[in-house]
């Protein structure tokens, strides 16, 4: 992995990634910012009125205003900031809660290994919509409440690919040699074995982060997101459905985002798998 | 004269890798008349299998290859040409086998839907043709799946395949590596009848010149993609008129080398010279090199001493081409000491449950080794000799204590635990981590950190002759002889009581292997360490050890001093290992039938 952090690395890299997965790679990383510091770069307040309704997209209002007249190009990259962050955070969260559990279970073996991969099994089994629905129903509605929801049914498969990667991992000469040399315990876990699991979680969480978002939007669109002002772009795109024909913007626009933001996902995770398989 | 099959002239061949190009081959021209044997030789990396590739027009996409010169097989131009016409090549005029011919073949058909996809052959001919190579029940054979039959009878089944289509060309990718030494030597009988009768050219890649030398009719030897000699075997091998090609051979090791002194060696690499366009290749290493060798570049001449020819400016000093180094000075007596031993196996037992399963579904087990009795001295080193498959591996992974066996007891003298030397040092060492932390693991269990630990590495480093500037490097900055290098230094920074060799020279061409069995050798002896050196080299393992133990399907059959067991074998498979080990008496016994 240091191996990326060099100045040629970092060149070597990107050529190996493609020129179109750069892109995607690049853009990933500019989402992230824009998601970062939305408050700062909003033009306008997205939850005051500033403009009439449905004026439609103009110099003054990119994006045009929606039914009570707040500038939706505001609203739009707020929605970024609602939308991709909990979609990473709760990539992020299932990450660390699968890919720690794969490495034991890969690692230790035996009866700890089969007690890890059967409750694995039963949550991938488990209907995730209507385990999210459950969860979310029970706890209440809310930002917070619906990310535990996804991340319930979305750690699973990252146990198991890391505990595969792991199994695959331990049975390579150097693993056995490190073995030989007398590592053992968390440093052989995390030196030796875990950085050999890296390549495949990545690119499955870049892929992943598609996902997430669309079911953190089909959940909004249920209703099950967050409460109503605030901008989160499933939930936009859901309101607004009805007025597609008279006023397009308003359905179009957001949806037309988590699209992009999706893209430049898939892109990325297409780009890193490239260039770590060529590293 | 006959009309040559195969004509390449001024072939160059550019690979690049992340950007940037670098030339695999040089102005290669050869040419081969039918049923010629010509045998590739060089180093890893001179650019042996980028030939092969380039002639079936098989070089790797990805690395953008960029052709120039000509390729001519049967008078059909192979360079530029367009797809259609390499197809129709490969399917009738170049033929290939592999040095893996497992991997060579589909694993989810029958050898007689693979054998006829690729020859439109009848099942009267595949019949015929798995007969004729040698395979017992061609019936069975053909209607086996790849996984059900042994390496060799693969190889065969390629065999046949290829020669099959009647090519006029078949280039051989060292295809007896991968297998044992009896097995080698059908193969290679096999594929000089097939050559001869048929009238097929083979290109025999190898980087095994004693193999070369017993099989081949012309040496070809490549160095950093350069044709730095070529004539026919004979000549070359008595009279080499190239630095290069007389390093190597003086590197190689057989059953009649001296193993009382450390072996001859290639020098290493100097220093680089800047403009290769302009410059003798080889001369960052050659001992002859004069002032004009990096200014004039070499082409191709007629030898001095051969019908062949050379590429060196001063072929006519090459005989009196000092060796690397002064000559060596014999190893010490032995050291070994009579009463302390350092591993003592007592009838040790293992078995593998296999695929088979009984009646109520237990796996049936599969003896692999049986009541071996086997002790090593303090300061002896025992080599293990055997063939695939007659658990030589096993048998050092339970002295190592990787394995438990089923039966018998495993003593060991000491608490540093035993160290293993391994067959793929690439592979062996993890690829995220430096050199200098690898190699300074085995320090920290004592709580040796800081500046302490990053001393004792750099001490080892230079005791295996790595470059102390390769401690922040990773593996794949290193070359194979440098990855060996710094598996042995791993080995050795706390020094082990026991050192264990799993056929550490197998994937090493000759000066590397050379160099390998020199650095073990002295190793062992500086630090009084104990060995076992597992290997299917009788040759290589009469060099290094003191004792030979001749496994035999999971049995010890044979057990002594190396020269005696090789010059009086008692066992009937000791003398099978024996007479298949190629070497300078088979050349010279060739050589007499010729003459």
Same mark, same amino acid.
């Given at each position: 992995?240091?191996?990326?952090?060099?100045?040629?690395?970092?060149?070597?890299?990107?050529?190996?990634?493609?020129?179109?997965?750069?892109?995607?790679?690049?853009?990933?990383?500019?989402?992230?910012?824009?998601?970062?510091?939305?408050?700062?770069?909003?033009?306008?307040?997205?939850?005051?009125?500033?403009?009439?309704?449905?004026?439609?997209?103009?110099?003054?209002?990119?994006?045009?205003?929606?039914?009570?007249?707040?500038?939706?190009?505001?609203?739009?990259?707020?929605?970024?900031?609602?939308?991709?962050?909990?979609?990473?955070?709760?990539?992020?969260?299932?990450?660390?809660?699968?890919?720690?559990?794969?490495?034991?279970?890969?690692?230790?073996?035996?009866?700890?290994?089969?007690?890890?991969?059967?409750?694995?099994?039963?949550?991938?089994?488990?209907?995730?919509?209507?385990?999210?629905?459950?969860?979310?129903?029970?706890?209440?509605?809310?930002?917070?409440?619906?990310?535990?929801?996804?991340?319930?049914?979305?750690?699973?498969?990252?146990? @198991?690919?890391?505990?595969?990667?792991?199994?695959?991992?331990?049975?390579?000469?150097?693993?056995?040699?490190?073995?030989?040399?007398?590592? @053992?315990?968390?440093?052989?876990?995390?030196?030796?074995?875990?950085?050999?699991?890296?390549?495949?979680?990545?690119?499955?969480?870049?892929?992943?982060?598609?996902?997430?978002?669309?079911?953190?939007?089909?959940?909004?669109?249920?209703?099950?997101?967050?409460?109503?002002?605030?901008?989160?772009?499933?939930?936009?795109?859901?309101?607004?459905?009805?007025?597609?024909?008279?006023?397009?913007?308003?359905?179009?626009?957001?949806?037309?985002?988590?699209?992009?933001?999706?893209?430049?996902?898939?892109?990325?995770?297409?780009?890193?798998?490239?260039?770590?398989?060529?590293? | 004269?006959?009309?040559?099959?195969?004509?390449?002239?001024?072939?160059?061949?550019?690979?690049?890798?992340?950007?940037?190009?670098?030339?695999?081959?040089?102005?290669?021209?050869?040419?081969?008349?039918?049923?010629?044997?010509?045998?590739?030789?060089?180093?890893?990396?001179?650019?042996?299998?980028?030939?092969?590739?380039?002639?079936?027009?098989?070089?790797?996409?990805?690395?953008?290859?960029?052709?120039?010169?000509?390729?001519?097989?049967?008078?059909?131009?192979?360079?530029?040409?367009?797809?259609?016409?390499?197809?129709?090549?490969?399917?009738?005029?170049?033929?290939?086998?592999?040095?893996?011919?497992?991997?060579?073949?589909?694993?989810?058909?029958?050898?007689?839907?693979?054998?006829?996809?690729?020859?439109?052959?009848?099942?009267?001919?595949?019949?015929?043709?798995?007969?004729?190579?040698?395979?017992?029940?061609?019936?069975?054979?053909?209607?086996?799946?790849?996984?059900?039959?042994?390496?060799?009878?693969?190889?065969?089944?390629?065999?046949?395949?290829?020669?099959?289509?009647?090519?006029?060309?078949?280039?051989?990718?060292?295809?007896?590596?991968?297998?044992?030494?009896?097995?080698?030597?059908?193969?290679?009988?096999?594929?000089?009848?097939?050559?001869?009768?048929?009238?097929?050219?083979?290109?025999?890649?190898?980087?095994?010149?004693?193999?070369?030398?017993?099989?081949?009719?012309?040496?070809?030897?490549?160095?950093?993609?350069?044709?730095?000699?070529?004539?026919?075997?004979?000549?070359?091998?008595?009279?080499?008129?190239?630095?290069?090609?007389?390093?190597?051979?003086?590197?190689?090791?057989?059953?009649?080398?001296?193993?009382?002194?450390?072996?001859?060696?290639?020098?290493?690499?100097?220093?680089?010279?800047?403009?290769?366009?302009?410059?003798?290749?080889?001369?960052?290493?050659?001992?002859?090199?004069?002032?004009?060798?990096?200014?004039?570049?070499?082409?191709?001449?007629?030898?001095?001493?051969?019908?062949?020819?050379?590429?060196?400016?001063?072929?006519?000093?090459?005989?009196?081409?000092?060796?690397?180094?002064?000559?060596?000075?014999?190893?010490?007596?032995?050291?070994?000491?009579?009463?302390?031993?350092?591993?003592?196996?007592?009838?040790?037992?293992?078995?593998?449950?296999?695929?088979?399963?009984?009646?109520?579904?237990?796996?049936?087990?599969?003896?692999?080794?049986?009541?071996?009795?086997?002790?090593?001295?303090?300061?002896?080193?025992?080599?293990?000799?055997?063939?695939?498959?007659?658990?030589?591996?096993?048998?050092?992974?339970?002295?190592?204590?990787?394995?438990?066996?089923?039966?018998?007891?495993?003593?060991?003298?000491?608490?540093?635990?035993?160290?293993?030397?391994?067959?793929?040092?690439?592979?062996?060492?993890?690829?995220?981590?430096?050199?200098?932390?690898?190699?300074?693991?085995?320090?920290?269990?004592?709580?040796?950190?800081?500046?302490?630990?990053?001393?004792?590495?750099?001490?080892?480093?230079?005791?295996?002759?790595?470059?102390?500037?390769?401690?922040?490097?990773?593996?794949?900055?290193?070359?194979?002889?440098?990855?060996?290098?710094?598996?042995?230094?791993?080995?050795?920074?706390?020094?082990?009581?026991?050192?264990?060799?799993?056929?550490?020279?197998?994937?090493?061409?000759?000066?590397?292997?050379?160099?390998?069995?020199?650095?073990?050798?002295?190793?062992?002896?500086?630090?009084?360490?104990?060995?076992?050196?597992?290997?299917?080299?009788?040759?290589?393992?009469?060099?290094?050890?003191?004792?030979?133990?001749?496994?035999?399907?999971?049995?010890?059959?044979?057990?002594?001093?190396?020269?005696?067991?090789?010059?009086?074998?008692?066992?009937?498979?000791?003398?099978?290992?024996?007479?298949?080990?190629?070497?300078?008496?088979?050349?010279?016994?060739?050589?007499?039938?010729?003459?």
């Amino acid at each position: 992995m240091s191996r990326l952090k060099t100045r040629a690395g970092w060149q070597s890299f990107f050529r190996r990634a493609g020129w179109l997965e750069s892109i995607g790679i690049a853009g990933v990383l500019v989402v992230t910012l824009v998601a970062l510091v939305a408050p700062w770069i909003a033009p306008f307040d997205p939850d005051v009125r500033v403009a009439g309704a449905y004026l439609p997209p103009s110099a003054a209002h990119w994006f045009g205003t929606d039914e009570i007249g707040r500038d939706f190009f505001s609203r739009i990259i707020l929605g970024v900031q609602y939308t991709f962050l909990p979609g990473i955070g709760i990539v992020l969260v299932s990450l660390v809660v699968g890919a720690g559990l794969g490495l034991i279970a890969g690692a230790v073996g035996g009866t700890l290994d089969h007690i890890i991969e059967r409750t694995v099994d039963l949550f991938i089994v488990l209907p995730a919509m209507l385990i999210a629905l459950a969860t979310v129903a029970s706890l209440g509605p809310g930002l917070f409440n619906t990310m535990i929801a996804i991340v319930i049914f979305w750690w699973p498969v990252y146990a @198991r690919i890391c505990r595969d990667e792991i199994r695959r991992l331990n049975a390579l000469p150097h693993v056995e040699a490190a073995r030989v040399s007398g590592v @053992r315990g968390p440093r052989l876990l995390l030196r030796y074995l875990l950085p050999g699991a890296v390549p495949a979680l990545l690119v499955t969480a870049t892929h992943d982060i598609t996902g997430v978002i669309m079911t953190l939007s089909a959940m909004s669109f249920l209703g099950l997101g967050q409460p109503a002002p605030a901008p989160e772009l499933g939930a936009m795109t859901a309101r607004a459905m009805e007025s597609l024909t008279v006023y397009w913007w308003l359905p179009i626009l957001p949806a037309a985002v988590i699209f992009l933001i999706c893209l430049l996902a898939n892109l990325a995770g297409d780009g890193i798998r490239m260039a770590l398989r060529g590293a | 004269m006959t009309e040559p099959v195969l004509s390449i002239s001024g072939l160059s061949v550019a690979l690049s890798r992340n950007g940037s190009a670098t030339r695999v081959l040089d102005d290669i021209s050869f040419e081969a008349i039918p049923g010629e044997i010509i045998a590739l030789v060089g180093e890893s990396g001179a650019g042996k299998t980028s030939i092969g590739l380039a002639l079936q027009g098989l070089l790797p996409r990805e690395s953008h290859p960029v052709v120039t010169g000509s390729i001519r097989i049967a008078g059909i131009e192979l360079v530029g040409a367009r797809p259609k016409v390499l197809r129709a090549a490969r399917r009738g005029l170049v033929r290939a086998i592999s040095q893996d011919p497992m991997s060579a073949l589909n694993p989810t058909m029958t050898i007689r839907r693979q054998m006829h996809e690729s020859n439109d052959a009848d099942d009267a001919a595949i019949h015929d043709w798995l007969g004729r190579t040698g395979l017992a029940d061609p019936e069975r054979i053909a209607d086996a799946l790849p996984h059900r039959i042994s390496g060799g009878q693969c190889q065969r089944v390629l065999i046949a395949m290829s020669m099959m289509a009647r090519p006029k060309l078949l280039i051989a990718d060292e295809p007896t590596t991968a297998l044992d030494l009896t097995t080698q030597a059908q193969i290679l009988d096999l594929l000089r009848d097939l050559a001869r009768a048929q009238q097929t050219a083979i290109l025999f890649v190898t980087h095994d010149l004693n193999v070369a030398a017993s099989f081949a009719d012309r040496l070809l030897v490549l160095y950093a993609g350069h044709v730095v000699e070529i004539g026919d075997v004979g000549d070359v091998v008595r009279q080499p008129a190239h630095p290069y090609s007389a390093g190597l051979l003086a590197a190689r090791f057989d059953l009649d080398s001296d193993r009382t002194r450390p072996l001859p060696t290639l020098p290493a690499e100097r220093n680089r010279i800047a403009n290769l366009a302009h410059a003798c290749v080889y001369a960052p290493r050659c001992t002859i090199a004069r002032p004009d060798c990096i200014t004039i570049r070499p082409w191709l001449r007629p030898a001095p001493f051969h019908g062949g020819a050379v590429a060196c400016l001063h072929a006519e000093e090459t005989p009196l081409r000092p060796e690397s180094s002064a000559p060596e000075a014999p190893w010490p007596s032995k050291a070994i000491s009579n009463d302390v031993v350092a591993l003592a196996l007592t009838d040790v037992g293992k078995s593998f449950a296999t695929g088979e399963r009984s009646f109520l579904g237990r796996r049936r087990p599969k003896s692999v080794l049986s009541a071996i009795n086997l002790s090593i001295r303090l300061g002896e080193c025992v080599a293990l000799v055997g063939e695939s498959g007659a658990g030589k591996s096993t048998l050092l992974r339970i002295a190592a204590g990787l394995i438990k066996p089923d039966s018998g007891s495993v003593a060991r003298i000491d608490v540093i635990p035993p160290q293993v030397v391994y067959q793929d040092a690439v592979s062996a060492l993890t690829p995220w981590l430096s050199i200098g932390e690898q190699v300074g693991e085995r320090l920290r269990p004592l709580g040796i950190g800081g500046d302490e630990r990053r001393r004792r590495v750099l001490e080892a480093l230079d005791l295996v002759g790595l470059d102390p500037g390769l401690m922040n490097a990773l593996p794949a900055e290193l070359s194979v002889g440098q990855c060996q290098r710094a598996v042995i230094a791993r080995a050795v920074i706390l020094a082990p009581k026991l050192l264990l060799c799993d056929e550490p020279i197998s994937a090493l061409d000759v000066s590397l292997s050379a160099t390998t069995l020199n650095l073990l050798g002295a190793l062992r002896r500086r630090l009084g360490t104990a060995m076992l050196f597992v290997t299917h080299d009788l040759a290589a393992a009469r060099i290094i050890a003191d004792r030979i133990a001749v496994l035999q399907s999971g049995e010890l059959v044979e057990d002594g001093d190396p020269e005696t067991l090789i010059a009086a074998p008692k066992a009937d498979y000791t003398r099978a290992l024996v007479a298949a080990v190629p070497g300078l008496r088979a050349e010279r016994s060739r050589a007499a039938c010729r003459a």
